[in-house]
């Protein structure tokens, strides 16, 4: 963990200006920059950077957050190294937990040697003719080997005693460029292969994935798991494809390299692909995080199918109802770089468009499997899709699929729904009546929110007793009065407070008033709006438990119980300038 205090003086010490300069031009338009939005497509500026509340927000897509948030969101990588390049680039040392730290010395070296292993592959390509003619065949430019740092592993036991002098340093074998055999004896683990260099979201090389060039297995040979690659968290080619996933807000997912830079190559640019296994928990995971729309593309043979399968199981879990998940199966037994070099680029975009939503895909293979055209059949249907409607995370989605899955089977919704063993999205965690409210603008508690934003540090006058929590507002008061009561709340920008309710329910709500907040108010104006905005939150709730009073007084004591209630409320609208009335403590 990184101590709340260090991002306080980080975000003290960076200007969100001077962060989002280093990837998007910024225009000044009075107190505020804008520009183009870096998240989506748009032809009119609607992103706008604010200097005095040191918080980005886009006006068009929603995208928001402190200078930690936009490196996050624009360079793809999580929190820790997002704080580690800004307090670099302040000169600040991050002061991590002693593990951490240990972790890190350790990768450091290792980071150093893939990083000379990949220009050494680089050198020798140049220097291979069977190499660069196996690229040329597949149709790869210079240009796009460039990019991607395509290499070459020449055809011998010890090559890289070339780039490393010290051959028998134990850390080459812990990186996983060289094997010692039982025998003891050392040699490369990469021969006579064209090298794909895998990098992490900060473009540190990871791994390697090297290809045969001819015949020969296996086909693809990866590199091991080391303390720097877990093949089953990585994506091949997503550091050189985030800019076109922002652009498409769509990401394709195929089976090998090559597939990555052929279709790079013909155009098709929004393009990752998995490690040589069938896509894991944390692949699908970080796919939703890059973009909204996910399709996956595999060959249309058992393998390919197999890979189908999978990938909508592991979706499931981590789908939300704003989130598409697409499979799509290539025509015929191409895959999509022989396909796309055959075809040509409109051609498989075409492709990619019709690509199967996951809940059809999901629901034509259980079909196929169960065969619902005999009572077993039907039987065997709703046996099938209970683990994969259990698994379901998009409840509004899990409803669509049930009830297709209930009209083939020939039952009720709600007998699927018991035997699969789901709750009834009306009495779910999601049911409308359960959810907090909606942010209603003209209430107290909003305008008590907005003022707050402004001066955190008067949320705790406010009578939280009277503030309905219930509310998402009102919970949001609670929560902003609470961090100040515990000290917890850092002093500073916008960008601060933002970050201090990162992850929180409150985020959103927050930076959507904070997005139409003025730069300068007058202080003095604003006190006597939030007064007068306390005093009307007890008139309220005053005025309620008068009501409540006289609707539970006896209708012969009903006159009487008014008159005693209106006297109490005569004398609680008399209230000073804290809110309190003479008398009261």
């Not at 200097?51 to 990588?77: D, W």
């Not at 003719?129 to 740092?149: M, N, Q, S, W």
């Not at 300068?520 to 709730?541: K, P, Y």
């Amino acid at each position: 963990m990184i101590p709340e205090s260090f991002i306080q003086e980080l975000l003290a010490r960076v200007d969100i200006v001077d962060v989002v300069e280093r990837y998007v031009p910024l225009k000044k338009t009075g107190a505020n920059f804008s520009a183009c939005c870096p998240f989506h497509s748009e032809k009119t500026p609607s992103f706008t950077v604010s200097p005095a509340k040191q918080f980005y927000h886009c006006f068009g897509c929603g995208a928001h957050g402190s200078a930690i948030g936009f490196l996050m969101q624009h360079a793809g990588v999580g929190f820790i190294e997002a704080v580690e390049d800004l307090a670099a680039s302040v000169g600040l040392q991050v002061p991590h937990e002693e593990r951490n730290a240990e972790i890190r010395a350790k990768k450091a070296p290792l980071t150093e040697l893939m990083g000379r292993a990949m220009a050494f592959y680089r050198e020798q390509l140049k220097a291979s003719p069977k190499a660069v003619d196996y690229l040329k065949k597949r149709g790869l430019t210079g240009e796009i080997a460039a990019k991607f740092a395509l290499g070459y592993a020449p055809d011998g036991w010890q090559g890289l005693q070339q780039a490393f002098p010290d051959y028998d340093d134990p850390a080459l074998v812990e990186c996983g460029l060289v094997i010692v055999n039982e025998q003891g004896r050392r040699y490369d683990r990469f021969r006579d292969r064209v090298m794909f260099p895998i990098q992490d979201q900060r473009g540190n090389v990871i791994g390697f994935g090297g290809r045969v060039i001819g015949e020969g297995e296996p086909k693809y040979l990866n590199s091991p798991e080391t303390p720097l690659f877990e093949k089953g968290r990585e994506l091949y080619g997503l550091p050189q494809a985030r800019k076109a996933i922002q652009e498409e807000d769509t990401i394709l997912v195929v089976e090998g390299y090559m597939d990555v830079v052929g279709l790079v190559q013909a155009g098709v640019e929004n393009v990752v692909a998995t490690l040589g296994t069938a896509a894991t928990d944390a692949n699908v995971q970080k796919l939703l995080k890059q973009a909204s729309r996910v399709v996956f593309c595999f060959d249309r043979d058992s393998a390919g199918d197999r890979a189908a399968w999978r990938a909508m199981e592991v979706s499931l879990a981590h789908l939300a109802d704003n989130k598409v998940v697409e499979i799509l199966q290539m025509p015929g037994n191409q895959d999509p770089d022989e396909y796309i070099r055959e075809h040509g680029r409109e051609a498989f975009v075409q492709q990619t468009r019709n690509a199967t939503r996951l809940s059809e895909f999901l629901l034509r293979e259980l079909v196929k499997q169960t065969n619902p055209n005999t009572a077993e059949g039907r039987a065997a249907l709703v046996h099938a899709a209970k683990p994969l409607l259990q698994k379901m995370s998009a409840p509004i989605l899990r409803v669509q699929v049930t009830k297709e899955i209930a009209h083939r089977a020939q039952v009720s919704q709600a007998e699927v729904e018991a035997q699969c063993g789901l709750q009834p999205l009306a009495r779910s965690r999601y049911a409308p009546a359960q959810m907090k409210q909606r942010p209603v603008p003209s209430s107290i508690e909003y305008k008590l929110l907005q003022i707050v934003l402004h001066k955190p540090e008067w949320a705790g006058r406010l009578p939280l007793e009277l503030i309905d929590r219930e509310r998402v507002e009102g919970d949001a008061l609670h929560a902003i009065a609470n961090a100040i009561e515990h000290g917890e709340l850092p002093a500073g920008g916008f960008g601060m407070l933002l970050e201090f309710f990162r992850a929180t329910p409150h985020e959103a709500l927050i930076a959507a008033i904070a997005a139409n907040m003025t730069e300068e108010v007058d202080l003095a104006a604003l006190e006597g709006v939030f007064n007068d905005s306390i005093v009307r939150l007890r008139h309220t709730a005053i005025t309620a438990e008068i009501e409540q009073l006289t609707a539970r007084a006896p209708g012969t004591e009903s006159g009487r119980a008014a008159t005693a209630c209106g006297t109490a409320g005569e004398e609680a609208s008399v209230v000073g300038p804290d809110g309190r009335r003479p008398g009261v403590i």
